[in-house]
C-alpha cells in the first residue's frame, strides 16, 4: 500500500500480504518498482482412495513442486523499452496415487496433476520478450511450453483433465506442458485491446523429458517442431463488465508419429485444434468480484496418429458465496476422455484385448472448496470420481479423497 510516498511493509505471514515471508521490511516492494519480481511458490497435493467398485485398495500418496521464479523489467533495469524476461526453476517430489494403486491402473488422467514429467529439478522458463509497433505486435524467444500461451486453462482443480492446457494432456509425446521447457518463439499481434491472434513454433525433442537433462540447452536430439495458432477473444460483458475468455486453436507437428492400425509401421503427424471458453455469468449484489462463472474446453485430435481422439470438459465456479468468506470458491467440473477406434482395430488385429475389454471414454469428475486462508495461501479439500478406469468398458469406478494447497513464499 503507498500513500504520501509512505510505503506499509507487511509482516511475515501476515494475512493481508501477498507473500507468506511479507515484504522483508519493505525491500520487495522496492524491488519490484526497480523492475525485479522474485516469486517463491509451492504446490501440494495429497490424494486418498475412498472407494472402487471392484478393488479393496486403500492408500495415500503426496506430490508437490516448488517453483522460484523472477521476472525481470527491462526498460526499467536496462532502459530496454517494451522488454521483459522470466527465468522459472522448479522441483517436483513425491508419488501419483494414480500410478501406485491396482484401482487406477491405466488412469487416463492424473487425481494430483502436480506430479509428472520426472521428479526432479528443471529449467521450466528462460526467456525475453519485446513489444513493437506501440505494443500491439509481441515477439516472445527463449525457452517455455506450448500451454504457457497456447490453449492455456486455469489450474485450480486437482484432476488433471480439469486443469491446465488439455492438449498438451492428450498429446504428451509431443506437446510439452509445464513444467518442461523447449527453445521456442511466439509472434502475437494485438488486433484491438480485447482481440489477439498468436502463432509459436516449439521445439520437439524427447531428451528434455529425461531426469537428468532438466537443464538441456542442446538440440542434439530434436525431430521437427510443434506449431500452435489461435485466435483469443477477451470480452467483458454488461454493465458491470463480466470477464471472459474465448479461444479457438490449431496445432501441426512436423515431426514423425506412428500411425495406430498400420501393419507396416507408417508414420504421420501430430495435427488438431481446441476450443476454450470462460465466461464470469453473474456479479454477486454488483460486485464483479464475485459471482458465478462458467468454463467448457474442447481438444479434437487425428484418428491416424493419437490414442485420445477428443476430450471435453465442462464446469462452474462460485467466487465469494458467503459474505463472510468473499474470497472463497465453490467448484465442480466434469472431463470425458475418448480414445481413439483405431486403438481398439489395432488390439484385435494384434490380439491383444485383456479381461477389461475395449476402450471408449473415462470419466473423471471433482467438486472442491476453496478456502482462502491469507492471500498468500489458498486450500482446496477436494472429491473426485473416475468412471470406467482407463476408458475400458469392464474398467473401475472410484472415488479419491483430495486436498490441494497453493502457497506464495
Known sequence: LFSNSVVYAADAFNPESQWMFGDWNGQRTELQKKGYDFSFGYTGEMATLL?????????????????LGAHLDLEKIAGWKDTEAQITVTQRNGRNLSNTYEALAGHLSSVQEVWGRGQTWRLTDFWIKKQFLDQKLDVKVGRFGEGEDFNSFDCDFQNLALCGSQVGDWVGDQWYNWPVS??????????????????????????????????????????????????????????????????????????DANVINSPVNEKDHHQGGWVVAKQQLTAHKDDASRGLSGFVNLTMHDSDTNNVSNMQNVGLVYKGAFDTRPKDEIAIGIGRISINDDVNDAKIANGTVDARGLQSEEYDA??????HA?????????????????????????WIGGIKFNTAF
Open 51 to 67: 472407494d472402487a467398485k471392484k478393488s479393496s485398495d486403500h492408500g495415500t500418496e503426496y506430490a508437490d513442486q516448488f517453483a
Open 182 to 255: 523447449q527453445w521456442a518463439a511466439r509472434v502475437k499481434y494485438n488486433i484491438r485491446p480485447d482481440l489477439f491472434a498468436q502463432v509459436g513454433v516449439y521445439e520437439y525433442n524427447p531428451e528434455n523429458l529425461e531426469r537428468g537433462k532438466g537443464w538441456n540447452l542442446s538440440t542434439d536430439g530434436s525431430h521437427g517442431a510443434i506449431i500452435p495458432a489461435e485466435v483469443v477473444w477477451s470480452p467483458k460483458l454488461g454493465t458491470v463488465k463480466l470477464p471472459g475468455e474465448y479461444r479457438v486453436g490449431y496445432y501441426y507437428s512436423t515431426a
Open 366 to 371: 471433482e467438486i472442491y472448496y476453496g478456502f
Open 374 to 398: 491469507a492471500n498468500w495461501l489458498t486450500i482446496r479439500p477436494n472429491v473426485q470420481y473416475v468412471r470406467h478406469v482407463g476408458a475400458y468398458k469392464n474398467g473401475e469406478n472410484a
